[in-house]
């Protein structure tokens, strides 16, 4: 599957995407890329890659990954004047963007209903991860559709796991795992406060936890960079910080809901 070349747009070229894009690129796919700002998708030109004017002429390559940053940006590439529904039956629409459960919702049932595919593949990793094609990848969808997918996601990651059938599932997925990130990030901060209070040294105190192997992957990320106070630049922006819970909790609170209705 690693071997299967594959004509591929990509749209959305910010700090995850443009690593994104260029893994695909260095791995042999055929890319056409697409960014708001069009400078942006001028630069991947010299690395080989097609540049077109509109998400729908993107998305005639019957491929289409986007990596945006909210629910308006997905919206506008998707629903908009020139967006990917227009592009006709038969594209598949692979969504890494951190996204609501509802817009998924939505997103599944126009792409449906327009004879296209949808599938979400949510990624784990910051910037620097996604430069290095070491992303891991959360996807959920039709499994022909992963099927067809699997080489992109070979491109961009070091292991994909599949979620299941209902690409709800890699948004929820995703957005438990943010949720623990901004956890992970104010539990820290604490711990170095108290600590602190008493003179210790932050790092000294990121080496004990990370030492002792306390906690995670995230822990060992996010430690040093805190108490290092390395804050720019920022890999991951505090406005899709507080992104990322509104939805994680509008996720859990649909959830209840639910059940309340079920009682």
């Not at 390559?61 to 945006?68: F, K, N, P, Q, S």
């Not at 908009?80 to 817009?103: F, K, M, N, P, Q």
């Not at 049932?109 to 990793?125: D, I, N, P, T, Y």
């Not at 430069?131 to 699997?150: C, E, I, P």
Request: aromatic letters at 4%; glycine letters at 12%.
């Amino acid at each position: 599957m690693k071997d299967a070349m594959m004509d591929v747009a990509f749209l959305g070229l910010g700090q995850m995407g443009s690593g994104m894009a260029s893994q695909l690129i260095e791995a042999g796919h055929q890319v056409t890329v697409w960014n708001r700002n069009a400078a942006k998708a001028r630069a991947f030109a010299q690395q080989g890659a097609k540049t077109v004017q509109s998400p729908e002429d993107a998305a005639r390559t019957g491929i289409a990954m986007t990596m945006l940053a909210n629910d308006d940006a997905v919206e506008a590439v998707v629903f908009g004047e020139s967006g990917i529904l227009s592009a006709g039956r038969d594209v598949l629409h692979i969504s890494c963007s951190t996204i609501s459960v509802e817009l998924t919702k939505r997103l599944v049932e126009a792409h449906h209903r327009a004879g296209q595919r949808f599938v979400s593949a949510q990624v784990l990793g910051r910037p620097d991860v996604s430069a290095a094609g070491k992303l891991s990848v959360l996807a959920a969808g039709a499994s022909a559709d992963l099927d067809t997918a699997q080489p992109l996601f070979d491109a961009i990651g070091s292991g994909t796991f599949r979620i299941g059938d209902d690409p709800v599932m890699a948004v929820a997925v995703k957005l438990a795992a943010n949720f623990g990130i901004t956890a992970i990030i104010e539990m820290l901060s604490e711990q170095f406060r108290i600590a602190g209070a008493h003179g210790v040294e932050p790092s000294q105190m990121a080496q004990v936890l990370i030492g002792t192997d306390f906690g995670n992957r995230m822990i060992r990320s996010y430690g040093p960079m805190i108490a290092g106070q390395q804050f720019e630049p920022a890999g991951f922006p505090m406005r899709l910080g507080r992104k990322d819970v509104g939805l994680a909790l509008a996720a859990g609170e649909g959830e209840r809901h639910g059940r309340r209705r079920l009682a």
